[in-house]
Structures are given as structure tokens and as C-alpha cells.
């Protein structure tokens, strides 16, 4: 059993920045690939950001590269997402998923039951 609980969500404003964690409660942490998806109001679901279980693979949605970071630590059970030059579209509830194949593609999570319940950004401008 997998359980995720994010933390670190609030107000920022536009150009600013936010780090967000993702804290896990599972036995064997480094086995699993995690991401970082988000859902705006009135929009669908959005991949952010996922790292693969050795930490040395990482995805980005288009929206967000070169503004956003993932990082885990193994030691801790966490992974971070860390959002710079935040913009008033990504404001939206954040959600962390887990990923028990390991490999962090982000169709993988889609069909993953492990999520935790979402922490909201919200960016004005």
C-alpha cells in the first residue's frame, strides 16, 4: 500500500517561486518512479514532472520546462517539485503520483491507483 501526502502549496505571484513535496509512506520507496500532475480548473488532468526510481531520468510537460525541477530524496521518501517563474496558468490543485514500475513515462501513472489528494497552487498576476 502506497500512501502520498503533498505539502507546500499557497499564494505566489507571477514571476515567483514555490517548492512542493510529496511525502511517501511505503515500504520500499526507491522501487517506485514519481511524478507530479496538475488539474486547472474546467481543463483535464496535465503531466508536470516525473523522475524515474534511480533519480536519473527526468520528464517535464512542455508548459513547464525550463521553469520547474523534480528531485527526490530516497532517505526522506519525498520528491520535490520546485516551480520558478511561476505564471498566473499554473495556478491549479497539484497532485503526486507513484509509479510501481519504475520507469516515470507518464502514461505509466494514468494507470496507477497511487495518488495522493492535492495541494493547490495558485499564481496571480
Known amino acids: 500500500q502506497v500512501r502520498l501526502e503533498e505539502s507546500g502549496g499557497g499564494l505566489a505571484q507571477a514571476g515567483g517561486s514555490l517548492t512542493l513535496s510529496c511525502e511517501a509512506s511505503?515500504?520500499?520507496?526507491?522501487?517506485?518512479?514519481m511524478g507530479w500532475f496538475r488539474r486547472a480548473p474546467g481543463k483535464e488532468r496535465e503531466f508536470v514532472a516525473s523522475?524515474?526510481?534511480?533519480?536519473?531520468?527526468?520528464y517535464y510537460g512542455d508548459s513547464v520546462k525550463g521553469r520547474f525541477n523534480i528531485s527526490r530524496d530516497d532517505a526522506k521518501k519525498t520528491v520535490y517539485l520546485q516551480m520558478g517563474n511561476l505564471e498566473p496558468s499554473d495556478t491549479a490543485v497539484y497532485y503526486c503520483?507513484?509509479?510501481?514500475?519504475?520507469?516515470?513515462?507518464?502514461?505509466?501513472?494514468?494507470?496507477?491507483?497511487?495518488w495522493g489528494q492535492g495541494t493547490q497552487v495558485t499564481v496571480s498576476s
Open positions: 503520483a507513484a509509479d510501481s514500475s519504475g520507469q516515470g513515462f507518464r502514461q505509466r501513472f494514468l494507470l496507477s491507483p497511487y
Open positions: 523522475i524515474n526510481r534511480s533519480g536519473g531520468s527526468m
Open positions: 511505503v515500504r520500499v520507496y526507491r522501487s517506485y518512479a
